[in-house]
Nanobody
Framework: QVQLVESGGGLVQPGGSLRLSCAAS????????MNWYRQAPGKEREWVAV????????NYADSVKGRFTISRDNAKKMVYLQMNSLKPEDTAVYFC??????????WGQGTQVTVSS
């Protein structure tokens, strides 16, 4: 079955960096665009970044543009989110996600990122 398992979250000081990973299995990873989303306490889940299946095209939410970088390794079935210059407002649970067909969204369990001094 489809599985997405995020890791790499933790506590980091403002201005610090973290690299999140998402391990995928149970589907043909290389043909799907992959996304990162996040959800802060009391807020709706928001989209963060996307990478196309071919690993070249990426796009980012304005709030993270220039600070976060999404990448993928199709051979390893992994997607990454490098987060630099972290701010307290980046505190959230981060999820990887992909969509297969119409309305078939798959999510991982999430990894907590806390940015605090």
């Amino acid at each position: 079955q489809v599985q997405l398992v995020e890791s790499g979250g933790g506590l980091v000081q403002p201005g610090g960096s973290l690299r999140l990973s998402c391990a995928a299995s149970g589907f043909t990873f290389s043909i799907y665009a992959m996304n990162w989303y996040r959800q802060a306490p009391g807020k709706e889940r928001e989209w963060v970044a996307v990478i196309a299946s071919g690993t070249v095209w990426t796009n980012y939410a304005d709030s993270v543009k220039g600070r976060f970088t999404i990448s993928r390794d199709n051979a390893k079935k992994m997607v990454y989110l490098q987060m630099n210059s972290l701010k307290p407002e980046d505190t959230a649970v981060y999820f990887c996600m992909f969509r297969r067909g119409t309305g078939n969204d798959y999510w991982g369990q999430g990894t907590q990122v806390t940015v605090s001094s």
